[in-house]
C-alpha cells in the first residue's frame, strides 16, 4: 500500500519560510517523478514544483520560481519543499504526489497516481 505523508506546515508571517518534507512508503521512491500541488479555498488545485527520479531535474510553477526549491533524498524515500519569502497568496493545503509516467515535466493532477492528504499553509499579511 502506497503512503505518501506530508509534514511541515503551519502559519507564517509574510516573507518567513517553512519547509515541507514528503515521506513515501510502499512503493520504490526512485522509480517516481516526485511533485508538489497545492489548493486554496475555492481554487482547483495547482502544480506548485516537480523533480525528476534520479538526475533531480527541477520544474517549478512561475509564481514560485526563486522562493521555492524542491528537492529529494533517494535513500530517505523523503521529498521536499523549502519555502522562502512567502506570501500570502501562497496559503493553500499543499500536497504531494507520485508519478510513474517517463516525462521530464509533470504539470497536472491527471499525471499523478499517488497522492498524500495534505498539510495546510498559512502566510499571515
Known amino acids: 500500500q502506497v503512503q505518501l505523508v506530508e509534514s511541515g506546515g503551519g502559519l507564517v508571517q509574510a516573507g518567513g519560510s517553512l519547509r515541507l518534507s514528503c515521506a513515501a512508503a510502499g512503493l520504490t521512491f526512485v522509480n517516481y517523478y516526485m511533485g508538489w500541488f497545492r489548493q486554496a479555498p475555492g481554487k482547483e488545485r495547482e502544480f506548485v514544483a516537480g523533480i525528476w527520479r534520479i538526475s533531480g531535474s527541477t520544474h517549478y510553477e512561475d509564481s514560485v520560481k526563486g522562493r521555492f526549491t524542491i528537492s529529494r533524498d533517494n535513500a530517505k524515500n523523503t521529498m521536499y519543499l523549502q519555502m522562502n519569502d512567502l506570501k500570502p497568496e501562497d496559503s493553500a493545503v499543499y500536497y504531494c504526489?507520485?508519478?510513474?509516467?517517463?516525462?521530464?515535466?509533470?504539470?497536472?493532477?491527471?499525471?499523478?497516481?499517488?497522492w498524500g492528504r495534505g498539510t495546510q499553509v498559512t502566510v499571515s499579511s
Open positions: 504526489a507520485a508519478s510513474s509516467l517517463i516525462s521530464a515535466e509533470l504539470v497536472t493532477t491527471a499525471d499523478y497516481q499517488y
